[in-house]
């Protein structure tokens, strides 16, 4: 039996306040890879982090070389109020696995372009232009500017058959990052065709905390107010959660920085016992458990013994725990045999936080096969 499976997916959280927060007359545009076929799609806009509405006047998807009007309750424009979301109306047309088509849609009006996520790897780019280009198929590079900032459009979903589903990634700037897309290529180059890689990540959330603060507001909503709301995807039956490690070093002392007491630093059941939260929630959802542990941070601008301490107890926990289906150990796959709390620095991008290219890469290799079936 057919069922609505997400093919493609992202969070949203607060896009960093500037004087230039406002657009007008632009179009976004963003490809997508379609994962399985299928033979409708559905599109859902989210203003999770607005606080006006937005109004989107034209969407199109360009697939099978021709241009498809998108349509909310059968009118062009919809208007998402603050906090609120919209789902499109099913549109018929076939696809197949491996196509990658084109949503774009068109803001005429003044519009706050808050509710953004970062994200980049080898399948996370688009674009934005001047003017409508909802249906020009070559957008000029001299009107237009490539982005990794997805704005508004948080999941893409296919009907599709019955034995198709989608496996959840959560976490923060490292799943903002390329190895969700490494995982997606390793299911298409390994023959894992039933399964769809669905990304929620903002980049420097926390599990317990969130800024109140107009400087570092875009540092990204806390878990009670993110899991909840970005777990779910159509069709999903299993989530690997990666986070915890901002919770650890993003608290620096008021004599450092007067955003980031000391007293935002969790202990390790506090953090635990937030990692669990989300741990019940999703399997409230009907989905396997799966978490990856925290990454070396070694020679990180904050690393000090006491965070290193925190986060070996927190991936102790992840290991050993048995309310979940499974650890996905990130850590000592990357780590420095050497010295286990740095990266191995081939895995290491230079900031001794954030993987290299190859350190994502294998990343994406350590997700185990029986997940990816």
Aim: contains cysteine; charged residues 25%.
């Amino acid at each position: 039996m057919e069922h609505w499976v997400s093919a493609w997916g992202s969070a949203v959280s607060v896009a960093e306040n500037r004087p230039e927060r406002y657009a007008r007359d632009i179009t976004v545009c963003y490809p997508i890879r379609i994962p399985f076929d299928g033979r409708a799609l559905r599109l859902t806009f989210d203003n999770y982090c607005g606080v006006e509405p937005i109004t989107l006047t034209k969407t199109t998807v360009l697939a099978n070389g021709r241009f498809h009007a998108v349509r909310f309750g059968g009118g062009a424009a919809v208007t998402i109020p603050a906090g609120g979301q919209a789902v499109s109306d099913p549109l018929t047309l076939p696809l197949r696995r491996e196509d990658v088509i084109r949503i774009s849609f068109y803001l005429a009006d003044f519009t706050l372009m808050r509710s953004v996520v970062f994200a980049c790897g080898p399948l996370s780019e688009g674009l934005y232009a001047n003017g409508d280009e909802t249906e020009n198929p070559a957008i000029s590079i001299h009107t237009s500017r490539k982005t990794h900032l997805f704005y508004f459009l948080t999941n893409v979903s296919v009907l599709t058959s019955g034995e198709n589903r989608a496996l959840v990634c959560y976490g923060d700037s490292i799943t903002a990052q390329d190895w969700p897309d490494d995982l997606a290529l390793r299911c298409a180059r390994e023959g894992f065709r039933r399964t769809s890689i669905i990304r929620r990540a903002a980049s420097g959330s926390r599990i317990l905390r969130e800024y109140h603060c107009l400087t570092y507001e875009s540092y990204g909503l806390m878990g009670s107010r993110r899991f909840a709301h970005e777990a779910p995807a159509d069709g999903a039956d299993a989530i690997i959660i990666q986070q915890g490690i901002n919770d650890i070093i993003h608290p620096v002392g008021e004599d450092v920085n007067v955003f980031r007491p000391m007293s935002d630093l969790p202990t390790v059941d506090e953090l635990v016992g937030g990692l669990t939260r989300f741990i019940v929630q999703a399997r409230d959802l009907g989905y396997r458990v799966y978490v990856g542990t925290l990454l070396p941070m070694g020679g990180w601008r904050t690393d000090a013994p006491f965070r290193q301490d925190m986060r070996r107890a927190y991936n102790d926990f992840i290991r050993e725990t048995p309310l979940i289906d499974g650890c996905v150990d990130f850590d000592r796959a990357l780590r420095d045999p050497a010295r286990p709390d740095w990266f191995l620095s081939a895995y290491d991008s230079g900031d001794h936080l954030h993987p290299s290219r190859a350190g994502y890469e294998r990343m994406a290799m350590e997700v185990p096969r029986a997940l990816l079936k």
